[in-house]
């Protein structure tokens, strides 16, 4: 079994190869020094799918994938989904007296 071809995904992440069978999703738009930077790391499993464990916010709901190509798909439409802007006023939350 060989290692599939890179993705060819037009967004920011960054696929780097571990081992023959492991790879670390990055976002390129984050510095080196920033946490954030690692979004996920990711292992072919005996059956050929693979998987994913996602180590921010926001990710995709499956940890399962066929490809790389469907993986990174799938996280583009996660962070698509995000407001772009986070300066909005979070919801208020109702403050009810004690009860007796």
Do not use: K
């Amino acid at each position: 079994m060989t290692a599939p071809e890179a993705p060819r995904s037009a967004s920011v992440w960054e696929v780097i190869q571990l081992t023959r069978t492991s790879w670390r999703i990055c976002d390129a738009a984050l510095t080196e020094t920033d946490a954030a930077r690692l979004v996920a790391y990711v292992d072919r499993n005996d059956t050929g799918h693979f998987d994913v464990l996602w180590l921010r916010s926001p990710c995709p709901t499956r940890s399962r994938y066929r490809d790389l190509d469907e993986m990174l798909a799938d996280l583009d439409a996660a962070e698509a989904a995000v407001p772009t802007s986070r300066a909005t006023r979070p919801l208020p939350i109702p403050h009810f007296p004690p009860s007796h």
